[in-house]
């Protein structure tokens, strides 16, 4: 076989070696979209109706299908709420896209946090006469287990009561703001702040298998029982590492693969972790490098993260800015991961206190490692999963730094430039995103999905919430 030959041979090989790389990546979209019909954000609120009397909390959950996120629009779609006259009337159908799902009022202790085990959403915690509760409440959003899904509240040690199969037991100690998460079947739960208010244990683990929360090593972070507290706190997974990281405290690690082992500290180059809840995003085909996101200042924040094999983190840099459009004012915030490389940021006002807005933000990230300039762009594509949440570190910023978002088919922005940090932006005074871009070394990319504002209206009811808050999402 001649040069050419072989050339040709080559060049037909590579042809063939890229459309079957390009039928396996649609592939994998005609699945992803086809989750996304079946597939929900759960929204998880904390809102006060307390008075001068009486205490009383109510902890809620809604929904809205993630089919119904991917528009772009600055109108806010009104939400009453079920007690409303006006719920019934409403021409753009919100109670359609926003559907209550269940919620628990009285005198409930403050600061609960919300966790996912399997389709499960777990309520967990707070504090009530300054201690940590150990108290658990159970949603289970699955048809085929419960058709109406309601809060069951967790049966305790010596609690007799016939409950549900998917019931949770309470804590073994209490825990105020306690961070839970799922790894590979298993439901870990950590305490949060104020740190002082928690008792031991402060770090358990809920095994499905025999039904039972099991005491893990405590965490360096000092004396729960005492009165010096380390302050407010960070907190990641990655691989079967979490990360805790609070303001008086280094940057902490406990491997749940040998759980035998005690806490570990992380001297990362550069940065730790951001001072605000992180989202870690894992990469398809790269187990080098993930991305964290944050939310502070009233802006996201993309930071670059350098793990080896075993995710022992090297180095956390900043990467990326992401503007938050409208002006709109975050006082809370959480975010998820939707799977394929697609985030939603869900971010709430307090706003005039009987109208209280919430943005909801979709876009979707790819990185390289191959030298590229910065691509921001706008559009539509599709989404997949995973969950943080939190309160900004400062939710002030000029509306003048929040440029509008417009619609799904505006043109690609490119930035690339070394030196200082560049921003993304169009001529023509309608941005559909902007963005400042730390780093050119590496390619980073991001594509607005959709941006949709919905307004939570209790001018009708009998009394509204003097403090409302986002919790969490999660993605079912």
């Avoid at 993630?66 to 806010?76: I, Q, R, V």
């Avoid at 805790?244 to 690690?253: A, E, F, G, N, T």
């Amino acid at each position: 076989m001649g040069g050419a030959s072989r050339f040709r041979a080559r060049q037909k090989a590579r042809a063939a070696k890229m459309e079957a790389m390009e039928a396996e990546h649609r592939n994998r979209e005609a699945i992803q979209a086809d989750r996304l019909r079946n597939m929900s954000l759960y929204i998880c609120t904390f809102e006060d109706y307390s008075d001068w009397k009486n205490q009383k909390l109510r902890y809620r959950i809604q929904s809205i299908k993630l089919s119904d996120l991917f528009f772009f629009s600055s109108t806010p779609i009104t939400v009453f709420s079920s007690k409303s006259k006006s719920k019934s009337n409403v021409s753009n159908s919100s109670s359609s896209l926003v559907r209550d799902v269940d919620f628990v009022e009285g005198d409930l202790p403050l600061h609960m946090s919300f966790g996912v085990f399997g389709s499960r959403i777990v309520m967990a915690g707070g504090r009530k006469s300054n201690r940590g509760t150990t108290e658990i409440y159970v949603l289970e959003t699955d048809p085929t287990v419960e058709l109406r899904p309601k809060f069951i509240k967790g049966p305790g040690k010596q609690q007799r009561k016939a409950k549900p199969q998917y019931a949770i037991p309470k804590f073994n100690g209490g825990k105020s703001r306690p961070f839970m998460v799922e790894v590979k079947g298993k439901l870990y739960a950590l305490t949060g702040s104020p740190f002082s208010c928690s008792d031991y244990p402060t770090f358990e683990v809920f095994d499905p298998e025999n039904k039972v929360w099991t005491a893990l090593p405590d965490p360096p972070l000092g004396n729960p029982v005492s009165m010096k507290d380390p302050g407010s706190f960070t907190h990641a997974v990655v691989g079967t590492k979490i990360l805790v990281k609070s303001q008086r405290s280094p940057l902490l690690y406990f491997d749940l693969a040998d759980p035998l082992k005690p806490w570990g500290v992380l001297t990362p180059h550069h940065h730790g972790l951001p001072p605000c809840l992180a989202l870690v995003l894992d990469l398809e085909d790269d187990d080098d490098h993930k991305l964290l996101f944050s939310f502070e200042w009233n802006h996201i924040l993309v930071y670059l993260m350098i793990v080896s094999t075993e995710s022992e983190i090297y180095s956390i840099e900043p990467l990326a800015m992401i503007n938050v459009p409208y002006g709109f004012k975050a006082d809370s915030y959480s975010c998820a991961d939707l799977g394929g490389g697609t985030i939603c940021f869900v971010l709430m006002n307090l706003g005039e206190y009987v109208k209280m807005p919430v943005l909801f933000m979709t876009f979707q990230v790819s990185f390289s490692k191959s030298a590229a300039s910065s691509d921001i762009s706008s559009g539509s594509g599709s989404p997949h999963f995973s969950s943080s949440t939190g309160s900004p570190r400062n939710s002030s910023s000029s509306s003048s730094d929040s440029p509008h978002i417009g619609g799904s088919n505006g043109s690609p922005h490119t930035s690339g430039s070394s030196g200082s940090p560049h921003t993304s932006d169009s001529s023509g005074g309608d941005p559909d995103f902007l963005c400042q871009v730390f780093s050119d070394i590496r390619s980073f990319s991001i594509k607005s999905l959709g941006c949709r504002i919905f307004e939570y209206n209790w001018s009708e009811e009998s009394s509204h919430p003097l403090f409302a808050k986002l919790v969490a999402c999660f993605v079912l």
